[in-house]
């Protein structure tokens, strides 16, 4: 030890001699940590994200009629964002609640929360929650639960390969392959239609290995717009059964896609009550406003109670090195809501204003469309569902509604209706116009 | 043939087994149901087993699974192949049966996927606090997780972290923060690690991105580290916390460990450390606690230091710093950072990863930062873009409120002043409640020596205790702790630590 401070301090004295690092005589090779040499060198920049970069180029689009219909967060007539009525006063009582402590939550979360948010997507008279068949974790809002739920699965599942559809939301084989598994396709949206490629659905899941994992996006397609029927719904749930197929529910739209709650359920709780087993990520960003909070749920509906339990052990391993456990404000907010009569009324309310902006907004553009005599029909925007309508412009054309009118949207096409306002919809509908008459 | 117990509930339920089969299925089922068993491969022998055994009523529990009770952490990858080889032969049995006929109706013949799944093992940490909570005695003292207690033994919100919230209730909204963070955040992070007036932050050369507290840090860090240096090691301190092995496991990249704690002096293994630091190849990734070393409480002095420094820039290792608590091990965030700017003085091109679990009481809200040094700003936005790559297709972006605290906490001059002062507080009531620990122990006439209580820094005690003697402390005087011995000095209290010496000296007397 001696002869090593030895060395460090004619060292240090060297070096404030020479005034840099000398590598000559002093038998100190040259470090790839000094600076100079970073072992992350090779280390290239990134791409944007495909959605969350519209938002980075919108903010630097000086233009005062710039919009942006890129990232689906909801904005008022005002084109402001939004927070619920509810989740202000949720939060208030939260704030003013002194006893109430920041203490790490337990690694499945908040226990209210997870039992509420259960109720909320299968039903408070669920079967499956009576016979403590499902376990419930919270995660970090839809991508989290989706995360957690990949490594589970790529974990102690046999089968390593998820069905996604095509088009679906740009996260999703991210996720999906960083957390273990292989993705495949199926087809789901028809752009000669606009509508849902059902032959195609049910060809290609019939064609699917045994076992495979299937992304059901449960309501509101991401980013189509296109639901299965009811009737559909059945189809579908009966060929995924038939093939033994474990379903993976992204819902991330309850109450926005009609503005009810129970009827935007209705595909989940239809495979729920055959008695079989799935995945269910749920999010709060938007049908709560409670985007940057980051709360949401994975449940996984087993076939009896004992094997829920151990899979939610599990669930905790999958977790625990990931962030320990998952961030407290948000959730608490969630359940304060859920489990008071009043507020969850009043929520239930301001959704369906949202639900009701939005399918208004979808009627004023097909409108604007119409009055202006747009080529092409555009009826795919009215009969479309939820936050986004895939207008089925092309990466052409959106470019140039960028650049000439100052729109923001994904390459795909995709514009989210909740950035429109009635005093937006006329520009939005001048550049569509233009882009479809100008652009091939 | 010799079926698994999987696919023998497939074929019974599917209806697809023969008179006798069912026969001999309904007696496994039966067995299985009285006495516990689990048969994975029941055949004719089997079946004369059962009778025999089950006459003589010595049917044992056949485990179908690894022992985990023992807390220890068992990798998965054995029993994930038997469930695997298992599962497919019965996918391949299953598929030539089924073929693709639609014999199937409903789900209600398929078994549960997840029946193999086995119960995983309680967290060593997180699990001493849920047995902690189910136990009804009145005398019960948690020192197990690292959460600090006033001396009422209870949770704290820090005042500058109530005014915090106060000022931002109703005024902000809850968009989503860019993938990187909260940059406000970001910032007052990075001077608290770097300085305030850090060339490094002046030069935009630290890639910096907002993580789920200091476990998202770390976990970012092992992800990055996976991708950038896939052929590297991570070389953690023997012990260390916990849930780092989980981490870079989980991240795929295969760990070594180095000399780091002395049983004997209960203090630092200096030369051993150095020889594993010399020993190392080149350029290998260190992990190394800034300061307040979970769980040991055992810090290198300046000295030591300053000689890893050296020794790191002979060998060209990458130092990538863990920091819980700042400010928590001296109650000066200054002098606990110090390991840190002596690696950067020397020039060295560190990690950090940075919490605000511990010293601003936001353990709930999992804010932290893992930050990058990088050689210039070019390559801090690229390192910075990359970093964001995997936090998107983990959470897409981190929760928005507890950063929201910080930044207000940090950066309001009278806040930042009340947050230095509340700090300071909680060090130095555990540095009180180490010399209390001590004294009370000694005057028991205790045989051992307990200087190291004193000696060690931060907020947790290695004692020494072996896992005999910390389960008779849970289990004769309900004393919760982790079985390596480990004492959290932030649920001691004026109140409970004479109970506490009293129990440690009982447990170690002989």
Same mark, same amino acid.
């Given at each position: ?11 240090m ?5 020479a005034?840099?690092i000398?590598?000559?005589g002093?038998g /100190?090779?040259s470090s790839?940590?000094? $600076? +100079?040499n970073?072992?992350?060198? %090779?280390?290239?920049?990134?791409p &944007?994200?495909?959605?969350l ?8 689009d000086?233009?005062?009629?710039k919009?942006?219909?890129g990232?689906g ?13 509810v989740?202000?006063?949720?939060e208030?009582?939260?704030?003013n609640?002194r006893?109430?402590?920041?203490e790490?939550l ?10 509420l948010?259960?109720?909320?997507i299968?039903?408070s008279?669920?079967?499956a929650?009576?016979?403590n ?7 970090l809002?839809?991508?989290g639960?989706?995360?957690?739920? $990949? &490594? ?11 069905? /996604?559809?095509?088009p679906t ?8 392959t960083l957390?273990?598994?292989?993705v495949?396709?199926?087809?789901y ?10 032959? +195609?659905l049910? &060809? ?13 996006h ?5 980013p189509?717009?296109?639901d299965?029927?009811?009737d ?8 995924i059964?038939s ?5 993976f529910f992204?819902s ?6 009609s503005? %009810?709650?129970?009827?935007?359920a ?9 008695? +079989?087993?799935?995945?269910i ?5 938007k049908?709560m ?6 709360v949401?749920a ?7 109670a ?11 391993l ?17 359940a304060?809501?859920?489990?008071d009569?009043?507020l969850y009324n009043e ?5 369906? $204003?949202?639900?009701d902006?939005?399918?208004?907004m979808?009627?004023?553009l ?7 005599g747009?080529?092409g %029909?555009?009826?795919?925007? /009215?009969?479309?569902i ?7 412009l092309?990466?052409?054309q959106?470019?140039?509604m960028t650049? &000439?009118f100052h729109?923001?949207?994904?390459s795909?096409?995709? /514009?989210?209706?909740?950035?429109l306002?009635?005093r ?8 569509i116009h233009? $882009? ?5 | ?6 696919h ?11 008179k ?7 007696t ?9 068993a689990?048969?994975t491969?029941?055949n004719?022998?089997?079946y ?12 044992k529990?056949q485990?179908t699974?690894?022992?985990?009770s ?10 994930d ?15 030539r049966?089924?073929?693709?006929s ?13 029946k ?13 606090t ?8 009145p005398? #019960?003292v948690n ?11 209870k949770?704290?919100?820090l ?18 923060l860019p993938?990187g ?14 300085g305030?007036n850090?060339?490094l ?8 991105v907002q993580?789920?507290s200091g ?5 970012l ?7 950038f ?6 070389y953690?301190?023997v ?5 780092h ?5 989980d991240a795929?990249v ?6 780091y704690y002395?049983p ?17 190849? #080149?350029?290998s ?5 800034a300061?307040a070393?979970n ?7 300046v ?9 790191f ?6 130092a ?5 608590y ?19 003085e ?5 990690g950090?990863?940075?919490s605000?679990?511990?010293n ?5 809200q999992?804010?932290?930062?893992l930050s990058?040094v990088?050689e210039?700003? #070019?390559?801090a936005?690229?390192? #910075? ?10 959470y ?18 009278d ?6 002062k509340?700090?300071?507080g909680?060090?130095?009531?555990i540095?009180g409640?180490?010399?209390a ?6 005057k028991l006439g205790?045989?051992l020596?307990w200087?190291h ?15 005999e003697?910390?389960d ?6 309900h ?9 959290s ?8 630590v004479e ?6 000296h009982?447990v170690?007397?002989?």
């Amino acid at each position: 030890m001696n002869s090593s401070s030895a060395d460090r301090r004619l060292y240090m004295l060297s070096r404030h001699l020479a005034g840099t690092i000398s590598n000559e005589g002093s038998g /100190i090779s040259s470090s790839p940590t000094s $600076a +100079g040499n970073s072992v992350f060198g %090779n280390v290239v920049r990134a791409p &944007e994200d495909p959605i969350l970069g519209v938002t980075v180029a919108y903010n630097k689009d000086p233009s005062p009629v710039k919009l942006n219909l890129g990232v689906g967060a909801y904005r008022t007539e005002e084109g402001k964002p939004l927070v619920l009525n509810v989740v202000r006063k949720a939060e208030h009582l939260l704030v003013n609640d002194r006893s109430r402590i920041k203490e790490y939550l337990p690694i499945v979360g908040l226990a209210d929360f997870n039992k509420l948010s259960a109720k909320l997507i299968l039903g408070s008279d669920s079967p499956a929650i009576q016979g403590n068949r499902v376990t419930t974790v919270q995660c970090l809002s839809g991508t989290g639960s989706l995360r957690v739920g $990949a &490594e589970f699965l790529a974990k102690h599942y046999y089968q390593r390969t998820i069905y /996604i559809p095509n088009p679906t939301w740009g996260n999703h084989t991210k996720i999906f392959t960083l957390g273990g598994l292989t993705v495949k396709t199926y087809r789901y949206y028809d752009p000669v239609t606009r509508g849902l490629n059902i032959q +195609g659905l049910l &060809e290609d899941l019939n064609s699917a290995p045994s076992g495979s994992i299937v992304l059901l996006h449960a309501c509101a397609h991401n980013p189509t717009g296109v639901d299965p029927t009811f009737d559909q719904w059945g189809q579908i749930r009966q060929l995924i059964r038939s093939k033994n197929l474990l379903p993976f529910f992204d819902s991330a739209y309850q109450g926005f896609a009609s503005g %009810n709650l129970d009827k935007d359920a209705e595909s989940v709780r239809m495979f729920v009550s055959d008695g +079989g087993e799935c995945f269910i990520a749920q999010s709060y960003a938007k049908n709560m406003g409670l985007y940057g909070e980051r709360v949401g749920a994975l449940s996984i509906v087993c076939r009896n109670a004992d094997v829920a339990s151990r899979v939610e052990s599990q669930l905790k391993l999958v977790i625990r090195p990931m962030y320990s456990s998952p961030p407290i404000h948000g959730a608490s907010i969630v359940a304060t809501i859920l489990k008071d009569r009043n507020l969850y009324n009043e929520w239930t309310l301001e959704l369906k $204003a949202m639900a009701d902006r939005i399918i208004t907004m979808r009627k004023q553009l097909f409108d604007a469309l119409s009055a202006r005599g747009t080529p092409g %029909n555009w009826t795919h925007i /009215i009969k479309q569902i939820g936050m986004f309508t895939f207008t089925g412009l092309n990466t052409k054309q959106v470019a140039f509604m960028t650049k &000439e009118f100052h729109i923001y949207m994904t390459s795909d096409g995709r /514009i989210s209706m909740a950035g429109l306002s009635s005093r937006t919809v006329p520009h939005l509908a001048d550049a569509i116009h233009a $882009a479809v008459t100008t652009v091939g | 043939m010799v079926h698994s117990a999987q696919h023998r509930a497939d074929l019974f339920e599917l209806g697809l087994m023969g008179k006798k089969e069912r026969k001999f299925e309904e007696t496994i089922k039966q067995v299985e149901k009285r006495s516990g068993a689990i048969f994975t491969h029941p055949n004719v022998g089997t079946y004369f087993f059962i009778i025999i055994n089950f006459t003589l009523n010595k049917i044992k529990h056949q485990a179908t699974c690894p022992d985990f009770s023992s807390g220890n952490r068992k990798p998965h990858r054995e029993s994930d192949s038997v469930n695997l080889r298992s599962m497919a032969l019965r996918t391949a049995i299953t598929r030539r049966i089924l073929g693709s006929s639609s014999a199937v109706h409903g789900s209600r013949s398929m078994s549960s996927w997840w029946k193999n799944v086995e119960p995983a093992p309680k967290d060593p940490i997180l699990g001493v606090t849920e047995a902690f909570l189910a136990d009804p005695s009145p005398d #019960k003292v948690n020192v197990g997780v690292g959460a600090y207690r006033d001396d009422n033994g209870k949770p704290v919100v820090l005042e500058c972290v109530r005014e915090a919230e106060r000022r931002i209730a109703g005024s902000m909204n809850m968009e989503y923060l860019p993938m990187g963070g909260s940059n406000k955040m970001v910032d007052e992070t990075l001077k608290l690690a770097y300085g305030e007036n850090s060339d490094l932050i002046k030069d935009k050369r630290i890639a910096a991105v907002q993580a789920l507290s200091g476990t998202g840090a770390c976990r970012l860090f092992a992800d990055f580290q996976k991708r950038f240096s896939p052929d590297s090691h991570i070389y953690i301190p023997v012990p260390t916390w916990s849930n780092h092995h989980n981490i870079w496991r989980d991240a795929n990249v295969p760990q070594r460990t180095f000399h780091y704690y002395h049983p004997e002096t209960k203090g630092l293994d200096f030369a051993s450390l150095m020889d594993d630091v010399k020993n190392a190849p #080149k350029g290998s990734v260190f992990l190394l606690h800034a300061c307040a070393h979970n769980p040991t409480g055992v810090d290198p002095t300046v000295e030591q230091w300053k000689e890893m420094s050296y020794q790191f820039k002979v060998k060209g290792h990458f130092a990538f710093f863990d920091m819980a608590y700042q400010g928590f091990a001296s109650g000066d965030p200054e002098k606990d950072v110090q390991s840190i700017r002596i690696f950067l003085e020397d020039g060295h091109l560190i990690g950090c990863s940075q919490s605000y679990a511990k010293n601003m009481g936001l353990y709930g809200q999992r804010v932290g930062c893992l930050s990058l040094v990088c050689e210039d700003e #070019k390559q801090a936005v690229a390192v #910075k873009s990359q970093l964001q790559q995997i936090a998107r297709p983990m959470y897409s972006n981190p929760p928005v409120h507890g950063a929201l605290i910080v930044s207000t906490v940090l950066g309001n001059p009278d806040l930042k002043q009340l947050w230095l002062k509340e700090v300071k507080g909680m060090a130095d009531r555990i540095i009180g409640m180490r010399s209390a620990l001590r004294e009370n122990i000694e005057k028991l006439g205790s045989p051992l020596s307990w200087e190291h209580i004193t000696n060690q820094i931060g907020m947790f005690c290695y004692s020494g205790m072996t896992p005999e003697q910390v389960d008779r402390l849970t289990n004769e005087f309900h004393i919760y702790m982790t079985r390596n011995g480990r004492i959290s000095m932030a649920g001691v209290t004026t109140g409970n630590v004479e109970y506490l010496a009293k129990a440690i000296h009982e447990v170690t007397k002989t």
